[in-house]
């Protein structure tokens, strides 16, 4: 790495790891815009883009920016890494042309097609027992509860034990950052999780008509071997967890916030999708991952040197100006294509129309239920390296009188 940014790219003593920054980082993102179209974080020696130009001619060019030194602020080809790298997002072609063309003809259109409706059928079952309760916890009770039950059960996992998951989806996004207290309190917990995970994404412990299953099947075919297969349901597994929950505690935050786009997807459920699309343009879940370059890499007037890390904001990304209008407004009707809250180009996530189905079964449950939103209490953060998340979110739902649900009694 770099001591010093060469020449005329603007240094910075922001750091996007501190408690400060990840506590509210839009307005040092704003601050990161403002300085170039590259810059240098002179504490963790790396250069970063924050503007969408820069950001998507990154994203789109893993030939130059490449993810197979990982997406996080460790090299990968040069370190350890605490767990095998995923196959999906910290590989490059060929390879990745393999293991996500595995991903894309599972995830036929008939396949999603089948996906809806089990999806809409457990959120239907959610939301009538929350909204009898009106008051619930809009991260741990909705959108943990939800998507704890119907991304694994999509794979095939053993039903016990899932949140193990969020252990694990929490360890390996603070295992993006550097090494301060999160990084090393997250490896403290790292190898239990790590075995559970690898042994609930075995063959043998799959049902035969998930997706699981039939990843597996290309390694019976010859595509991938037996242990590529067991780490691509677990790198597909960890892209669909955490920031989907992550989105939707965002979402109703959102909407009890704005109750005017509430009333909006209240009377034309339709726009459930483009509303969760919206929550991840402005709310990014993921702040940004790194890239490392191959060779000397120009952007604009700035020259990268080769084996360099590079920073990639997505969060800043979704709200330039530059891209978009009145970017810190919240508009479910807004045309967000472009936005780069699941990454862009070929390590695009693997998993977004999966979540896409997942949250536009959610909202438009809710949207039939639950006449407004009301927070119950002060949301809590769950500060980690890369993810955006809340920890808690207490909420009171409004029923329609029309749609009243008894609670259930004994």
């Known amino acids: 790495m770099t001591e010093s940014a060469p020449g005329d790219c603007p240094g910075t003593d922001i750091d996007p790891f501190s408690d400060e920054f990840l506590a509210d980082p839009f307005p040092h993102l704003?601050?990161?815009?403002?300085?170039?179209?590259?810059?240098?974080?002179?504490?963790?020696r790396v250069w970063g883009v924050a503007r969408h130009s820069e950001v998507t001619a990154v994203l789109q060019n893993p030939a130059v920016f490449s993810n197979a030194a990982g997406v996080g602020y460790s090299n990968l080809k040069t370190e350890e890494p605490w767990r095998a790298p995923s196959l999906i997002l910290e590989v490059d072609p060929p390879v990745h042309t393999t293991t996500r063309g595995i991903l894309t003809r599972i995830l036929s259109p008939r396949a999603l097609r089948d996906l809806q409706e089990r999806f809409a059928d457990e959120a239907d079952r959610l939301v009538d027992r929350l909204v009898a309760a009106e008051t619930f916890d809009a991260v741990t009770d909705l959108a943990q509860a939800y998507i704890l039950k119907v991304f694994p059960d999509?794979?095939?996992?053993?039903?016990?034990?899932r949140d193990n998951l969020l252990t694990y989806g929490g360890i390996t996004f603070d295992s993006l950052g550097p090494?301060?207290?999160?990084?090393?309190?997250?490896?403290?917990?790292?190898?239990?999780?790590?075995?559970?995970?690898?042994?609930?994404?075995?063959?043998?412990?799959?049902?035969?008509?998930?997706?699981?299953?039939?990843?597996?099947?290309?390694?019976?075919?010859?595509?991938?071997?037996?242990?590529?297969?067991?780490?691509l349901v677990r790198s597909f597994l960890t892209a669909g967890v955490d920031t989907t929950v992550s989105a939707l505690g965002f979402a109703i935050r959102r909407?009890?916030?704005?109750?005017?786009?509430?009333?909006?997807?209240?009377?034309?459920?339709?726009?459930?999708?483009?509303?969760?699309?919206?929550v991840v343009r402005i709310d990014s879940p993921v702040i940004g991952f790194f890239r490392t370059t191959t060779t000397e890499a120009v952007l604009?007037?700035?020259?990268?040197?080769?084996?360099?890390?590079?920073?990639?904001?997505?969060?800043?990304?979704?709200?330039?100006?530059?891209r978009w209008n009145n970017p810190d407004e919240f508009d479910i009707t807004r045309r967000t294509a472009g936005h780069t809250g699941f990454g862009a180009g070929i390590h695009g996530c693997a998993g977004q129309m999966v979540a896409r189905l997942e949250t536009e079964a959610l909202l438009t449950a809710l949207a039939k239920r639950v006449s407004r939103?009301?927070?119950?209490?002060?949301?809590?953060?769950a500060l980690n390296n890369t993810l955006r998340a809340l920890a808690s979110l207490p909420v009171r739902a409004h029923q329609f009188a029309t749609h009243r649900v008894v609670p259930a009694t004994a």
């Open 30 to 44: 704003a601050e990161l815009r403002d300085l170039g179209e590259v810059f240098y974080l002179r504490k963790y």
């Open 154 to 161: 999509s794979l095939g996992l053993p039903p016990n034990d």
């Open 179 to 231: 090494r301060n207290e999160r990084f090393e309190a997250a490896m403290g917990r790292a190898e239990h999780i790590r075995q559970w995970v690898a042994d609930n994404c075995a063959r043998h412990a799959l049902t035969p008509d998930g997706f699981g299953a039939k990843i597996f099947e290309a390694a019976d075919a010859g595509v991938v071997s037996e242990d590529e297969a067991g780490l």
């Open 255 to 278: 909407f009890a916030e704005h109750p005017d786009q509430w009333e909006m997807l209240r009377q034309d459920p339709s726009l459930a999708r483009s509303a969760f699309d919206e």
């Open 300 to 322: 604009g007037s700035t020259t990268i040197p080769a084996d360099q890390k590079v920073l990639v904001f997505f969060s800043a990304a979704n709200r330039d100006p530059d």
């Open 373 to 381: 939103w009301e927070l119950a209490g002060p949301p809590t953060a």
